[in-house]
C-alpha cells in the first residue's frame, strides 16, 4: 500500500509537470490550431533563467520563501517575453500561410532557442538548488512524499484552478474562448484576436516557465535539451487529453505520469515508454479526439 | 587514338617507377626487421588509428637511435583498414605477404577479428591498442592475439568485485541506460553476479535516458530492499538517480562506470555525490614514462596524445622488447617472450596472460570523498 502510495504521488507529480507544459500546447492549439513545437524550449529557459535569478537572490540574502517566490514570478514573466517573441516573430507573418509553414516554423524555433541556449550558457549539466527545503516536522511520512512534490502538486493545483476562473469570467478569458471557437466571427464583433493569441502565448509560457523551476529544483539538474523530452511528453499527454482542451490537457498529463510511474513500479522501467505510448494509440482507437476532446473531421 | 596512347604511356612510366620504388624497398629491407601496423588511417575512425601509428613511429625512432632490435633497424609497414573487416582481411594478407612477424592493431574491434584468422594461418601476431571486444581473448580462437587495453567486461568485472568482496553486497539493483555502452557494461556485471553465487541480483532494468525524474525506480530499489545499485550509463542519469536515494534517505551504496567518472557528475549531484563509487582507468599520469611519452609526442607532432596513443606506444614497445628478448622473430619464442617478460611501458609494468589480456592494465575504483574522485585501495 505504501509503495502504491509512493508510485501514486510520484506518477501525480510527473503528471503535474506535464500538465503545465501541455496547457501551454492545448491553448495555442485550441486558438491557432498550431502545434507549438519551441514550447518545450520555454519551459527549459524558464528552468534556465531560474537558476540566475535564484543564484542572484540567493546571494543578495533573500529568504527562501522569498527566493522561491521571486524566482518562480521572474522566471515566468521572463519566459513569457520569450513566448511572446516567439509568437510574433516566428507564427504571426505566416497566420494566413497554409497550416504546415507554421509548424515547421515552431520547429526551427525549437532548434534555434536549444542552440541559442547551448551557446550562452553551456551544453553540460549544470547543478539547480534545492529552492523548496525539507519540511522536517512531515517526518514519518516524508519517504512518501516529499516537500518538493508536495509543492509541484500544490502550485499545480493552484495555477489550474486560477487558469479556469480566468477563462471562465475575465473578459480577455471569454475573448480567448470566442477566438478558439470562431476566429473571424471573433474579429468580427470586435475582438482583437492578436492581443488575444499574445495572451495565450504569454499564460502558456507562464505555466511551463513554473513548471521548468519547480521540477528542476526538484530534480536538482537542468541543460540545455532538457525543453525537447518534456515537451514530447507534454504533448503526448495534451494528445490523449484531446488537444484543444483545457481539462483534457491536465487529465492527459495526470493519466500518462500515473502510466509511466506504474509501468515502471509494477513491470519494469524498460516498458516505461511503451506502456506511455500504448496507452495513447488505444485511447486514439477509441476515442479519436482524445479523452475529453470533441471529434471533428478534420484536414491536418 | 594518338592521345589515348599518351596515356598509355605515362600509365606504363608510373608502374614502371612503382616496380622501381617497391623493388628498391625490398633491397632495403634486408637488413631491417619489418613490424605491421594496421587500422583505420582515413575515414571517420582515423582519429582512432592515426595516433596509435605516430606513437608506434615514435617508439621505432627511439629504439633504431638506440641500435635497433637485434641489431637490425626496426621498419613500419603501416596499412590502412578504414576499421572495415572486409577491408581488413586484404590488410592483412598484405602485411602477410611482406613476411612481417608482429602486427600493432588492428583498431577496431570488428576488422581485428577479420584480420586475426589470416595472421593466425601465417603465424604472425597481433597487439591491438584499442580493440576492447571481450571475445577476442576469451573465446580461445585467437592465440596470436594480444592487447594493451582492458576489455569491455573489465569495469564490470571490477565492480562486480568490489561490490561482492569489498563492500560484501548481498542484494544488487542492476541498472543501465538502455545504450550500448551502458546496457553492455550492465548485461556482463549481472552475468557475473549471477555465476559468482554470493549475491543476488533483485532486478535489472534499463532507464530512460532524459526522463523527467526517476521517482518510480528509486522507489522500486527501495523496495527490492537492495544494499547496492551498479549502474552502466553515463553521468546525467546517475547524478539524479542518486541525488532522489539520498533525497529519501537510502544509504544504498552506487557503483558505476567510467561514463560516471567524471568531474560533471560531482558538481551536478554535490553533496548527494558524496560515497558513490566509479570505476575509471587506472591513473598512469604519474608514471615518468607517460609524461614522457606525451611530451615527445607533442613535439614530434605539434599535438596532445589521442585516445589510444599511450596504449599504442606501450604495445609497440611490448612486442619489440618480446622480439629483442626472444632472440629471433620466431612465432613460438615471440609469444613464450610476451607472456613472461616483463616490460616498462607508460601504462607501467605489464606482461601479457595465457589469454593475450595485459596484466596491470585496467581499471580501478574510484570513490567520490569531498568532492573528489579518489582512487579506492583494496
Not at chain 1, 60 to 81: C, D, K, M, N, R
Not at chain 2, 73 to 78: A, G, P
Not at chain 2, 353 to 370: C, H, L, N, P, T
Amino acid at each position: 500500500m505504501e509503495y502504491f502510495l509512493e508510485l501514486f504521488l510520484g506518477g501525480l507529480t510527473r503528471g503535474s509537470i506535464y500538465a503545465l507544459i501541455a496547457l501551454g500546447y492545448t491553448m495555442v492549439y485550441g486558438i491557432i490550431e498550431l502545434i507549438n513545437f519551441a514550447h518545450g524550449e520555454i519551459y527549459m529557459i524558464g528552468a534556465f533563467t531560474g537558476l540566475i535569478v535564484s543564484t542572484l537572490l540567493s546571494a543578495y540574502g533573500f529568504g527562501t520563501f522569498a527566493v522561491l517566490l521571486l524566482t518562480l514570478v521572474l522566471s515566468a514573466i521572463y519566459s513569457a517575453a520569450y513566448g511572446f517573441t516567439v509568437e510574433k516573430i516566428a507564427y504571426k507573418p505566416l497566420r494566413q500561410a497554409p497550416r504546415l509553414s507554421p509548424l515547421i516554423s515552431a520547429i526551427g524555433m525549437s532548434i534555434f532557442l536549444q542552440n541559442y541556449v547551448m551557446l550562452a550558457q553551456t551544453s553540460d549539466f549544470v547543478p539547480f538548488p534545492a529552492l523548496i527545503p525539507d519540511f522536517e516536522f512531515w517526518e514519518p511520512y516524508s519517504h512518501i512524499v516529499s516537500s518538493s512534490e508536495l509543492v509541484i502538486l500544490f502550485a499545480t493545483t493552484v495555477l489550474m484552478v486560477a487558469l479556469t476562473l480566468f477563462i471562465r469570467y475575465t473578459r480577455i478569458g471569454k475573448a480567448m474562448r470566442a477566438t478558439a471557437q470562431d476566429r473571424t466571427m471573433a474579429m468580427l464583433v470586435g475582438i482583437n484576436v492578436n492581443r488575444v493569441i499574445s495572451t495565450t502565448f504569454i499564460i502558456g509560457s507562464c505555466l511551463a516557465a513554473v513548471g521548468g523551476v519547480l521540477i528542476a529544483s526538484h530534480i536538482g539538474q537542468i541543460n540545455f535539451f532538457i525543453g525537447f523530452i518534456a515537451g514530447i511528453k507534454a504533448f503526448t499527454a495534451a494528445v490523449l487529453g484531446g488537444i484543444g482542451s483545457i481539462p483534457g490537457a491536465v487529465l492527459g498529463s495526470m493519466v500518462l505520469g500515473l502510466t509511466e510511474s506504474f509501468a515502471t513500479g509494477y513491470v519494469s522501467s524498460d516498458y516505461e515508454d511503451v506502456f506511455a505510448f500504448l496507452l495513447l494509440v488505444f485511447i486514439l482507437i477509441f476515442r479519436p479526439g482524445g479523452l475529453l476532446g470533441r471529434f471533428t473531421t478534420q484536414k491536418v | 587514338m594518338k592521345a589515348k596512347r599518351m596515356r598509355m604511356g605515362w600509365l606504363a612510366a608510373a608502374l614502371a617507377a612503382v616496380v622501381v620504388v617497391g623493388m628498391s624497398g625490398s633491397v632495403l629491407a634486408e637488413d631491417t626487421l619489418k613490424i605491421g601496423v594496421a587500422g583505420a588511417h582515413s575515414g571517420d575512425l582515423a582519429s582512432y588509428g592515426l595516433p596509435i601509428a605516430k606513437a608506434a613511429k615514435l617508439v621505432v625512432e627511439e629504439i633504431n637511435a638506440k641500435g635497433g632490435v637485434l641489431g637490425k633497424k626496426v621498419e613500419l609497414v603501416v596499412e590502412d583498414d578504414v576499421c572495415k573487416p572486409e577491408v581488413a582481411t586484404n590488410t592483412a594478407t598484405k602485411l602477410a605477404s611482406q613476411g612481417v612477424p608482429v602486427v600493432v592493431g588492428h583498431v577496431c574491434s570488428g576488422a581485428t577479428k577479420a584480420a586475426l584468422g589470416i595472421y593466425k594461418a601465417s603465424k604472425i601476431i597481433a597487439m591491438s591498442a584499442s580493440a576492447t571486444n571481450p571475445d577476442l581473448t576469451q573465446s580461445g580462437e585467437y592465440p596470436n592475439f594480444f592487447r594493451t587495453i582492458a576489455s569491455d567486461d573489465a569495469q564490470a568485472k571490477l565492480e562486480v568485485e568490489f561490490a561482492l568482496n569489498t563492500l560484501k553486497l548481498k542484494k544488487i539493483a542492476v541498472l543501465h541506460d538502455k545504450g550500448d555502452y551502458g546496457k553492455g557494461l550492465a548485461e556482463y556485471a549481472k552475468g557475473f553476479i549471477e555465476k559468482s553465487g554470493k549475491a543476488e541480483v533483485v532486478f535489472y532494468e534499463g532507464i530512460t535516458p532524459g526522463a523527467v525524474d526517476y521517482s518510480a525506480v528509486v522507489q522500486k530499489i527501495k523496495k527490492s530492499q537492495a544494499d547496492g545499485v551498479i549502474f552502466g550509463g553515463y553521468h546525467p542519469e546517475a547524478s539524479k538517480i542518486v541525488s532522489q536515494m539520498r533525497k529519501d534517505k537510502m544509504k544504498t551504496a552506487f557503483i558505476s562506470d567510467d561514463g560516471v567518472k567524471d568531474d560533471t557528475f560531482i558538481k551536478v549531484a554535490g553533496k548527494f555525490a558524496e560515497g558513490v563509487y566509479a570505476t575509471g582507468p587506472k591513473d598512469t599520469s604519474k608514471n615518468p614514462m607517460d609524461k614522457m611519452v606525451r611530451e615527445a609526442y607533442k613535439k614530434a607532432y605539434g599535438e596532445d596524445v589521442g585516445v589510444f596513443s599511450i596504449n599504442g606506444y606501450a604495445a609497440t614497445l611490448a612486442l619489440l622488447n618480446a622480439i629483442q628478448k626472444a632472440g629471433s622473430t620466431d612465432y613460438d619464442a615471440i609469444v613464450k617472450a610476451l607472456r613472461t617478460e616483463y616490460v616498462e611501458t607508460p601504462l607501467g609494468k605489464i606482461k601479457f596472460d595465457e589469454r593475450g589480456d595485459a596484466i596491470g592494465v585496467g581499471f580501478s575504483v574510484y570513490q567520490v570523498k569531498d568532492g573528489k574522485y579518489v582512487e579506492v585501495v583494496n
